[in-house]
């Protein structure tokens, strides 16, 4: 359903419905090493290494930089050959392509050919047919970078390009894979966890807060509304982008409360509280609700510095993809494969298919990410974790290794369903819950291996729904429980001086408050 992928400037694709976002490693930049002989400094460029490759090294021959911005370069009238003449030259972007810029500047003799830009760097390109006729490097630079050299080293300038070898397996995927496999065990545990209490007091699923998908029509109407909400996306993204913002800031803000109350909850912290008028208060959820609210603002304030605020992106992400696994229930195993079949194929389409249909030949998803400036807002929905080995191009921007929320959260409805048919069948080994835990994190292997192997983003659903869905059903064949796990449960309500059908599975510490429930439910499986 979506990508995984290295992640720095420039996003490839999106999962959308609060779901995912697709990107991949920006191939283009590299550094610009400007020295006087006393003072080093170096810039973000930005160049077409399939055009006119660069030193991987610093060891690149260095040349004398002469500044021309007071020209666009689209002919070589009133520019000497004797100015330029094995020196690196520096123009303004604009009026005529990058191609025809560049052959003006080899045929004066220019070693380099820099370009300013005021806007959004883009990778350079020209007609098929010029290409093969350059042999000087060509590289774009910000404009405010250029005028900061000058204030630094005035005319003095000696200048490098290089683009430094990048190392294929960046430490921070381990960082993802284990933020990854942490999210679902404990999503998934939290929901077997409901499960037992849902079982033990006397309120339907509706009733304690939960959402339950238990129709195919329901599936299907879900997934159509994510496929119209990408769309409106597409063609409305300035507004809709700052109310996706907006949504997420109050989603993720009562998801973290949720999942810190049950903590401490777990750890019995105190719940003293109090009576204003009619309203019942507690002091617990008064502070963590202030600190909740505070997380989220802080992150809603600076969620464009780079530099630090993916921690907190990635702190309310974890706790907005478990609560949404603790509170969205699949009802069965038909109903998981309906899903996560249906989300695969909303992947490959919107990724695959659309660039058939779109004017530009790019993806929905791919325009929805990158919005129409690539330096814009961005959809919160990954989490991000800074690559350790990109330096010297965090020039460029903070490099980022990502991994969308809806390949945690989609896989992780399924093993939250395997969790619950675990407290069902009373089953003491955890087997399917364990068994789609392992699954998923050999499916995350086998995507972040094809990824490095083949050097492209992948769409990660293309191997965790096989391996989850197939382990899963592989698990319950084993064990002869196909028809059980696949029609899932009904929920009976039974008289309060009846024993529960299944044995041991209540809480050994009830809440003190559940005893003087009359009736609690219990559940068959079919």
């Known amino acids: 359903m979506d990508r995984i992928s290295r992640h720095s400037k420039v996003v490839e694709g999106v999962r959308f419905g609060g779901l995912r976002i697709l990107s991949v490693l920006q191939p283009s930049e590299a550094v610009l090493h400007i020295s006087n002989g006393i003072t080093d400094k170096e810039y973000c460029i930005v160049h077409n290494r399939s055009w006119t490759p660069l030193s991987q090294t610093l060891d690149a021959l260095q040349y004398p930089l002469v500044n021309m911005t007071s020209t666009l370069l689209c002919n070589d009238s009133g520019v000497s050959p004797d100015v330029v003449k094995d020196k690196a030259l520096v123009v303004m972007r604009g009026v005529c392509d990058f191609g025809q810029k560049l052959l003006i500047a080899q045929n004066l003799g220019a070693k380099y050919l820099l370009i300013v830009s005021n806007s959004t760097l883009i990778t350079p390109s020209t007609n098929n047919s010029e290409y093969a006729k350059v042999h000087i490097p060509l590289a774009l630079m910000r404009y405010r970078d250029f005028l900061e050299a000058l204030q630094v080293f005035d005319d003095d300038m000696q200048v490098k390009l290089y683009a430094p070898i990048r190392l294929k397996i960046d430490p921070s995927i381990a960082v993802m894979l284990l933020i990854a496999i942490a999210t679902v065990v404990l999503g998934g545990y939290w929901s077997g966890a409901c499960e037992r209490w849902i079982i033990f007091i006397t309120v339907l699923k509706e009733e304690n807060g939960e959402l339950v998908l238990y129709s195919p029509l329901k599936v299907i109407f879900f997934v159509t509304l994510m496929c119209g909400m990408l769309v ?295």
């Open 232 to 526: 409106l996306m597409y063609f409305f993204y300035n507004i809709l982008v700052y109310i996706i913002i907006g949504i997420f800031c109050l989603a993720s803000a009562s998801a973290l409360f949720s999942c810190l109350d049950a903590i401490m909850e777990k750890i019995g912290c105190g719940t003293l509280s109090f009576s204003i008028r009619n309203w019942n208060l507690s002091v617990r959820s008064l502070i963590l609700a202030a600190v909740c609210i505070s997380i989220t603002v802080v992150w809603g304030v600076y969620r464009n510095e780079d530099r630090w605020i993916w921690i907190l992106q990635d702190f309310l992400g974890i706790a907005f993809c478990l609560n949404f696994m603790k509170t969205i229930s699949l009802s069965n195993f038909k109903i998981c494969v309906i899903l996560l079949s249906l989300l695969l194929a909303y992947d490959v389409f919107f990724v695959f298919i659309t660039p058939f249909f779109t004017k530009n030949g790019v993806s929905i998803m791919v325009q929805v990410a990158l919005g129409p400036d690539a330096s814009g807002e961005k959809l919160p929905v990954v989490m991000r974790v800074p690559q350790f080995s990109a330096w010297p191009l965090n020039l460029c921007g903070m490099q980022f290794s990502i991994l969308g929320y809806g390949d945690i959260i989609v896989p992780g409805l399924l093993v939250a369903y395997c969790s619950r048919f675990d407290v069902w069948i009373n089953s003491r080994k955890k087997i399917y819950f364990v068994s789609c835990c392992i699954a998923y994190l050999l499916g995350l292997i086998m995507t972040f291996a094809v990824m490095l192997l083949s050097g492209m983003g992948q769409p990660a659903l293309l191997y965790l729904v096989p391996f989850t869905l197939i382990t899963s059903a592989a698990v319950a064949g084993y064990r002869r429980e196909m028809r059980q796990f696949w029609s899932g449960t009904t929920y009976e309500v039974l008289d309060s001086s009846r024993e529960p059908l299944l044995p041991g599975v209540l809480p050994s510490n009830p809440d003190p408050s559940l005893a003087s429930l009359p009736t609690f439910y219990s559940v068959t499986v079919p």
